[in-house]
């Protein structure tokens, strides 16, 4: 039930094309979904979050959509650059747990130029 | 504002042999985790800390691991004796309060059992 599901575990994109990465999750107590970014030799860096009262949250080229009746949300990458090459994580936090994040297992993107 | 301070870097060490890792967080952040980040999966928390008290060690393998916050600002965690399986990166991560939403992430400690 603490389990974080993500797919696809990697993903191609050519330059300007979409990234989706989609994760789903089983425990409704969680309250706050974060989506974090790591580079290699680097540790992770939270780039959104949002949560459950909405269902779609945009920074920029980045969106999160969110289904909280599917217990499922979905990180776009749009216009995807080769910059954006990295490994992106889903996270979950359950405030009434400590706060702790519950990561997913991560998807390698690779953005073609 | 400095970020979150790990050491060291690297470390390759034999199974058997024990380690300590090293982590200093953003200053006045009161919970501390440290995490386990094996090739190719998610981070697994280990231990929570709020300030010197542990909040969360329920993932911790507690028979070679162990950590501390004595002054609720530094944090180490050692393993001893050390096996294969515990390569990985092992990072620390702190936040303002565990109420508050994001957690800042240091570099790791990659860790080479051999």
């Known amino acids: 039930q603490q389990q974080v599901k993500q797919s696809p575990q990697s993903l191609i994109v050519q330059k300007g094309g979409i990234s989706i990465i989609n994760c789903a999750y089983e425990?409704?107590?969680?309250?706050?979904f974060p989506w974090y970014q790591q580079f290699p030799g680097k540790g992770p860096a939270l780039l959104i979050a949002?949560?459950?009262?909405?269902s779609e949250k945009k920074e920029g080229r980045f969106t999160i959509s969110f289904n909280k009746s599917a217990k499922q949300f979905s990180l776009h990458i749009m216009d995807s650059q080769p910059g954006d090459s990295a490994t992106y994580f889903c996270?979950?936090?359950?405030?009434?747990?400590?706060?702790?994040?519950?990561f997913g297992q991560g998807t390698e993107l690779s953005v073609k130029p | 504002e400095a970020g979150v301070a790990q050491s060291p870097r690297y470390k390759i060490i034999e199974k058997r042999q024990s380690v300590a890792f090293w982590c200093n967080p953003i200053?006045?952040?009161?919970?501390l985790y440290w995490y386990q980040q094996i090739l190719g999966q998610g981070p697994k928390l280990l231990i929570q800390?709020?300030?010197?008290?542990?909040?969360?060690d329920s993932q911790l393998p507690k028979d070679r691991f162990s950590a501390e916050r004595l002054k609720g600002v530094d944090s180490t965690l050692k393993i001893q004796p050390a096996k294969l399986e515990d390569s990985a990166v092992y990072l620390c991560?702190?936040?303002?309060?565990?109420?508050?939403?994001?957690?800042?992430f240091g570099q790791g400690t990659r860790l080479t059992v051999v």
């Open positions: 996270a979950a936090k359950d405030y009434n747990q400590g706060g702790k994040l519950i």
């Open positions: 425990n409704t107590a969680f309250d706050y």
């Open positions: 949002i949560r459950p009262d909405v």
């Open positions: 200053s006045g952040h009161a919970t």
């Open positions: 800390f709020q300030n010197n008290g542990v909040v969360d």
């Open positions: 991560a702190s936040i303002d309060n565990a109420g508050n939403t994001e957690a800042f």
